[in-house]
T-cell receptor
């Protein structure tokens, strides 16, 4: 099955700094790469995704970059704010499946 | 549009008891998923339905877990008998169809097995 690893497991930054979370996967045929945000006690919500035919996608302060050769993709958050504090999960669908295999999550803490 | 509805929000039971969770997906969504999220980990797929048929239940502990989606709309997940290690949040999610990867999650049911 798909092996998804996420680093770091925790990340503390000061408000206004940038944060980067990296996800590596094993199935070279995977072609869809989403990031989900889960605030404490709440449901996971999709914040950004990318398909394998592009290398980068931006949406305001967040961006995702993809390196298919190295089989990793990263979430970038610029000008972090306290409300960005949450657990972020990457996910990958194994080739031939429509389900998602999730990473173990990265807890991001943004201090004022 | 209304989101994915789940109930109950919290449940506390003793080991060896049984428990059932209910989920109503977003209207029109053909695909429904049950995920188990243990504290500090990412969601793990238990079962996927396409309409009223099972697509993937390879990670469902079938000796104690069962799920159904008889009319292809709402779904029930049951655990019988429960073990201590079943303590987790059970998340239901739905997507438009099997080819749509974007998942919409419910708020989950937090299960504590004592």
């Amino acid at each position: 099955g798909e092996n998804v690893e996420q680093h770091p497991s925790t990340l503390s930054v000061q408000e206004g700094d940038s944060a980067v979370i990296k996800c590596t996967y094993s199935d070279s045929a995977s072609n869809y790469f989403p990031w989900y945000k889960q605030e404490l006690g709440k449901r996971p919500q999709l914040i950004i995704d990318i398909r394998s035919n592009v290398g980068e996608k931006k949406d305001q302060r967040i961006a995702v970059t993809l390196n298919k050769t190295a089989k990793h993709f990263s979430l970038h958050i610029t000008e972090t704010q306290p409300e960005d504090s949450a657990v972020y999960f990457c996910a990958v669908p194994p080739s031939g499946y429509s389900t998602l295999t999730f990473g173990k999550g990265t807890m991001l803490l943004v201090s004022p | 549009e209304a989101g994915v509805a789940q109930s109950p929000r919290y449940k506390i039971i003793e080991k060896r008891q049984s428990v059932a969770f209910w989920c109503n997906p977003i209207s029109g969504h053909a695909t429904l998923y049950w995920y188990q999220q243990i504290l500090g980990q990412g969601p793990k797929l238990l079962i996927q339905f396409q309409n009223n048929g099972v697509v993937d239940d390879s990670q469902l502990p079938k000796d104690r877990f069962s799920a159904e989606r008889l009319k292809g709309v709402d779904s029930t997940l049951k655990i019988q008998p429960a073990k201590l290690e079943d303590s987790a949040v059970y998340l239901c999610a739905s997507s438009r169809d099997r080819g749509s990867e974007k998942l919409f999650f419910g708020s989950g049911t937090q299960l504590s097995v004592l």
